[in-house]
């Protein structure tokens, strides 16, 4: 097994960055098992199965490893995807000064310590996630999403485990909206996720291309596409593009959470959201992520501002 040992910038956490993907059995493309992190990503056309874990978690700086289970492209291709998506280098001293010096957040910086938001490895699969998970509950999405890769992913098996990629967009264009509704999506969902593909086989969803553009463009962009709305563009913003200015004002569970750390429990408007995580300016979509986080772990705050 070929491995390859990773310095992350401190802090960092393993087993808090990816504890969000621990929350569903049906997730079939990021698994956790006992502590690691695996997925299947395709790289030239290649499925390569990684495993990420980390070297001694209790120091104060642990090293992660990278191992390479099946497939035959050299390592550090693999590294550079594994790396951006576990947000490995990403510098948030800034951020943890920021949650320090307030009165509300600073237990966050201490509760979750090393937590790092994780992106989706290309345009793709984070607008179709984010297609299906439109107006149903997350648990619901997560269930329609392993329908979606079981039908069009690649898979391979391990020790007698099952493991599998993302659908690749030529895979997605292939199908038809009656196939899409089949596994309980609506005609709506299938018709977008149908052009996301068309999309992306045409270029206009390239990432590196993508990455030279501005918010405002990439938002004017997407909502031109069927089915994407200014939700789903802020997501795409966060959760591809790693964006973390930007905060998904309208998500209800970021209004909920923000209202019960931030406004002693009242539910705010989206503008409100707005203005309570401009101060934080670059970082506002990390701190509002460190609040949604602390409400799915059940942190409470320490008192009401």
Not at 111 to 139: K, W, Y
Request: one cysteine or more.
């Amino acid at each position: 097994m070929e491995s390859l040992r990773i310095q992350p910038r401190p802090p960092y956490s393993l087993e808090r960055t990816i504890g969000a993907f621990a929350r569903f059995p049906e997730e079939l493309v990021d698994r956790v098992e006992a502590g690691t992190y695996r997925r299947l990503i395709v790289l030239q056309g290649q499925p390569v199965l990684v495993q990420v874990d980390e070297l001694d978690p209790s120091a104060s700086n642990p090293f992660l490893r990278l191992a390479r289970l099946s497939g035959h492209l050299p390592l550090d291709e693999a590294a550079a995807r594994v790396t951006r998506m576990l947000a490995v280098h990403e510098p948030l001293d800034e951020l943890y000064e920021t949650l320090a010096n307030h009165p509300t957040l600073s237990v966050l910086s201490v509760h979750l310590a090393g937590l790092r938001r994780t992106v989706d490895p290309d345009p793709v699969e984070g607008l179709v996630s984010s297609v299906l998970a439109q107006l149903i509950s997350i648990r619901g999405a997560a269930v329609i999403r392993a329908r979606v890769v079981r039908r069009f992913g690649t898979s391979v098996t391990l020790d007698d485990q099952e493991y599998w990629s993302f659908p690749q967009a030529d895979a997605l264009a292939g199908s038809s909206v009656d196939e899409l509704c089949s596994i309980g999506m609506t005609r709506a969902k299938a018709n977008a996720i149908l052009a996301i593909a068309a999309a992306a086989l045409t270029g206009e969803l390239d990432l590196e291309q993508l990455e030279r553009e501005s918010d405002e463009t990439i938002r004017t962009h997407l909502i031109s596409l069927p089915g994407i709305g200014p939700w789903t563009a802020d997501w795409f913003l966060v959760n591809v593009m790693g964006r973390m200015r930007v905060v998904p004002s309208g998500d209800l569970g970021i209004r909920r959470s923000t209202g019960n750390w931030l406004l002693g429990g009242r539910m705010p408007s989206p503008d409100e959201v707005r203005d309570l995580y401009d101060p934080f300016g670059e970082h506002r979509a990390y701190v509002a992520y460190y609040v949604l986080s602390a409400e799915r772990l059940g942190i409470q705050p320490p008192s009401n501002p």
